[in-house]
């Protein structure tokens, strides 16, 4: 998940008014040690563990989703996750 969040975090530096918002599965006292290797600390989170965490989630991780009124529209992985594909969501 570092790498994810790592490009999540040089996303949202570039465009900050592209909101993002991530929910992380694991021990709180593991967040300080994430936030510091990623610098994704300025994103909003959540720490969901267990079974709510793979309802969101699924199985295969890290997950991407864009979600628009609480529904999911669309779904990516951090290989294809690239600002012009958020951009383009997001300006729909």
Request: aromatic residues 10%; charged residues 20%; proline residues 8%.
């Amino acid at each position: 998940m570092p790498i994810c969040s790592i490009k999540i975090h040089l996303i949202q530096k570039q465009y900050p008014e592209l909101p993002f918002y991530l929910i992380l599965n694991g021990d709180k006292e593991k967040l300080t040690p994430f936030f510091d290797e990623t610098k994704a600390n300025e994103i909003p989170h959540m720490i969901l563990n267990g079974p709510r965490f793979v309802r969101l989630a699924g199985l295969t991780m890290p997950n991407i989703v864009f979600i628009n009124n609480s529904m999911v529209e669309e779904k990516t992985n951090y290989i294809n996750l690239s600002a012009s594909e958020i951009i383009k969501w997001y300006g729909k």
